[in-house]
């Protein structure tokens, strides 16, 4: 079985442009190989947001390289759009993975008809790092509706499957590399032990409620950080508990990282930034 290594949190909070309230709870300033392939995790909320009326709520145009951006939707909506072309809308329970690959530039903004209203907010944004033979190839995007996740029922609570398998059981998310991801929900005292494969890094964030792991108490907007060795990992929830599980297999490649950019390398990163100031990533098209 796998075991707690650590309980990551943080307490502060800042602004994505002026539509996410978000907790990095990991990124790739500190230890990488730890959270590999993952890179960074940004949780958007709780937030109870106004009405808009017609402003829009995000963030404008920006670049990325190097790596995937996965958009998990959990009260509110997202609008992605961005310069290859691809764009949509999602709500909760959805899932945008946008592969930036060589180079994209995108924007993020609250749901038309969630702008209008308001209401609460939940968002996690994960980014998912690309194996160096795959930072070349052109920008893709898959839009993750909830009719595409199969939906496991567990003894006491139930795992949808947005990446990766469980039992026999597939996620619709294409991956470069081996990952499981995983929106489970417990309820309340319920104990189970979830299937994390052996030789993946492991991350459980806690989005509500309570678990605790090998005695050790993981409250909201906490990720607890499992071994990689081991099989399995037995949780048990203190009130109705949301969790994002997130499996993978290690890259054993340098991360090296500025901003919206990860590479490799340094030379990488400015060649990603003289790229980016020369105009040689292309613009957001018109709106259709
Ligand atoms: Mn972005």
């Given at each position: 079985?796998?075991?707690?290594?650590?309980?990551?949190?943080?307490?502060?909070?800042?602004?994505?442009?002026?539509?996410?309230?978000?907790?990095?709870?990991?990124?790739?300033?500190?230890?990488?190989?730890?959270?590999?392939?993952?890179?960074?995790?940004?949780?958007?909320?709780?937030?109870?947001?106004?009405?808009?009326?017609?402003?829009?709520?995000?963030?404008?145009?920006?670049?990325?390289?190097?790596?995937?951006?996965?958009?998990?939707?959990?009260?509110?909506?997202?609008?992605?759009?961005?310069?290859?072309?691809?764009?949509?809308?999602?709500?909760?329970?959805?899932?945008?993975?946008?592969?930036?690959?060589?180079?994209?530039?995108?924007?993020?903004?609250?749901?038309?008809?969630?702008?209008?209203?308001?209401?609460?907010?939940?968002?996690?944004?994960?980014?998912?790092?690309?194996?160096?033979?795959?930072?070349?190839?052109?920008?893709?995007?898959?839009?993750?509706?909830?009719?595409?996740?199969?939906?496991?029922?567990?003894?006491?609570?139930?795992?949808?499957?947005?990446?990766?398998?469980?039992?026999?059981?597939?996620?619709?998310?294409?991956?470069?590399?081996?990952?499981?991801?995983?929106?489970?929900?417990?309820v309340a005292d319920a104990e189970v032990t979830l299937p994390v494969p052996d030789g993946?890094?492991?991350?459980?964030?806690?989005?509500?409620?309570?678990?605790?792991?090998?005695?050790?108490?993981?409250?909201?907007?906490?990720?607890?950080?499992?071994?990689?060795?081991?099989?399995?990992?037995?949780?048990?929830?203190?009130?109705?508990?949301?969790?994002?599980?997130?499996?993978?297999?290690?890259?054993?490649?340098?991360?090296?990282?500025?901003?919206?950019?990860?590479?490799?390398?340094?030379?990488?990163?400015?060649?990603?930034?003289?790229?980016?100031?020369?105009?040689?990533?292309?613009?957001?098209?018109?709106?259709?």
């Open positions: 079985m796998k075991t707690l290594i650590e309980v990551l949190s943080n307490p502060h909070r800042h602004w994505v442009g002026d539509g996410f309230p978000v907790r990095s709870l990991f990124s790739y300033q500190g230890d990488t190989r730890a959270i590999s392939p993952f890179l960074l995790f940004d949780y958007a909320g709780p937030w109870a947001f106004e009405p808009a009326g017609a402003h829009r709520r995000g963030v404008g145009p920006h670049p990325h390289r190097g790596f995937e951006t996965v958009t998990i939707v959990y009260e509110g909506g997202v609008s992605h759009r961005d310069s290859a072309g691809h764009g949509g809308t999602i709500g909760p329970g959805e899932v945008q993975w946008m592969t930036a690959g060589s180079g994209i530039v995108h924007e993020e903004y609250h749901a038309p008809d969630f702008a209008k209203t308001g209401g609460a907010f939940r968002v996690v944004q994960l980014w998912v790092n690309l194996p160096a033979k795959d930072k070349g190839p052109p920008a893709a995007y898959q839009a993750i509706t909830r009719d595409m996740i199969p939906e496991i029922p567990l003894a006491a609570g139930r795992a949808r499957l947005i990446a990766g398998a469980f039992g026999d059981a597939r996620g619709p998310a294409k991956t470069f590399t081996p990952i499981n991801l995983w929106d489970v929900r417990l993946h890094n492991s991350l459980l964030a806690v989005l509500s409620g309570q678990l605790s792991i090998d005695g050790q108490a993981v409250d909201e907007a906490e990720i607890a950080r499992l071994t990689e060795a081991g099989a399995g990992v037995t949780v048990k929830a203190h009130g109705d508990t949301v969790l994002l599980v997130m499996t993978g297999v290690p890259i054993d490649e340098p991360v090296v990282g500025h901003g919206p950019f990860v590479m490799n390398t340094h030379a990488q990163i400015r060649q990603a930034i003289a790229d980016f100031n020369s105009g040689r990533f292309t613009a957001i098209g018109p709106s259709s």
